[in-house]
């Protein structure tokens, strides 16, 4: 399928649009390029701190325009998942959260309250904030029979200083402890992607999906059906790419190869 021939574009953030806050090469003219052609999309990540609105105005300080209803996180697709897991006859279900703003938002906005006495879920997120007695609470709530849910399996996140240990770690550190897998709603599973397709009223057949990590944005987006996308300008490698037993569908350097017009070099730079 050529680029022509999508009808709706999903692309990951970081990595592909932007780098440490910085925009890469085509991006801008990229989400102009489908504002101006009225093509449905959505910027994905599994990022579940802040909220949409926060990332809108962060990706604006980088020099993109996403509006916020064109921003998907993990925190938005768990709190849709969870709507439609609720039983309606019971009224609004109940989350004990371990997590920030973008998550509690969602799952508010989505009719859930925040309780720590005998709730339906468990919702672990990603915060910089994890304390020990909060991971306390969750474990003996769900040893009491709370389900467990959480956004994304991403173990560890970025920071200036190094590595920082990631929801991921922090629900391995509870599945530990109660002996109970969480049900992952985030990349690489599909229905964070499914979610979003949803959201978008888009089918899978005529959707495709830009992202820089084999392990996640491409396993999931062929799983969804989508048609995928691998851009070098984030963490793959060709070396990288070789380990994996599937491939995307078409390998590009950046987002700037997908530009209907090709971008002008600086004149500085000639």
Not at 81 to 107: K, M, N, P
Not at 122 to 147: C, P, W
Not at 206 to 213: K, P
Not at 251 to 257: A, M, P, R, T
Request: aromatic share 6%.
């Amino acid at each position: 399928m050529s680029a022509e021939h999508i009808e709706c574009w999903l692309t990951d953030m970081d990595g592909v649009l932007v780098r440490e806050h910085e925009a890469l090469p085509g991006a801008a003219e990229l989400l102009e390029q489908w504002r101006r052609q009225d093509l449905p999309h959505l910027v994905l990540t599994n990022n579940s701190i802040y909220t949409a609105r926060d990332l809108s105005a962060r990706l604006r300080h980088s020099g993109l325009v996403v509006p916020e209803d064109r921003i998907w996180t993990s925190a938005l697709a768990t709190a849709t998942f969870l709507a439609q897991q609720a039983d309606a006859s019971q009224g609004s279900g109940s989350t004990y959260v371990v997590g920030e703003a973008g998550l509690t938002t969602a799952l508010h906005e989505a009719g859930f309250i925040m309780s720590e006495t005998d709730p339906d879920y468990v919702v672990v997120g990603e915060t910089r904030n994890y304390s020990f007695e909060a991971i306390t609470k969750a474990v003996r709530l769900i040893n009491d029979g709370a389900r467990f849910i959480v956004t994304n399996p991403d173990a560890t996140g970025p920071s200036p200083e190094g590595v920082l240990p990631a929801t991921g770690a922090i629900a391995a550190l509870i599945t530990k402890a109660t002996g109970s897998d969480p049900y992952v709603v985030g990349k690489p599973n599909p229905m964070m992607f499914r979610s979003a397709l949803n959201h978008l009223g888009a089918h899978s057949m005529q959707t495709a999906m830009i992202g820089d990590r084999m392990d996640t944005d491409i396993v999931a987006g062929m799983e969804a059906g989508m048609h995928t996308i691998l851009v070098m300008s984030g963490v793959s490698s060709q070396a990288s790419i070789s380990q994996y037993p599937f491939r995307p569908h078409r390998i590009i350097d950046g987002v700037y190869e997908l530009l209907d017009e090709p971008l002008v070099a600086d004149a500085s730079e000639a």
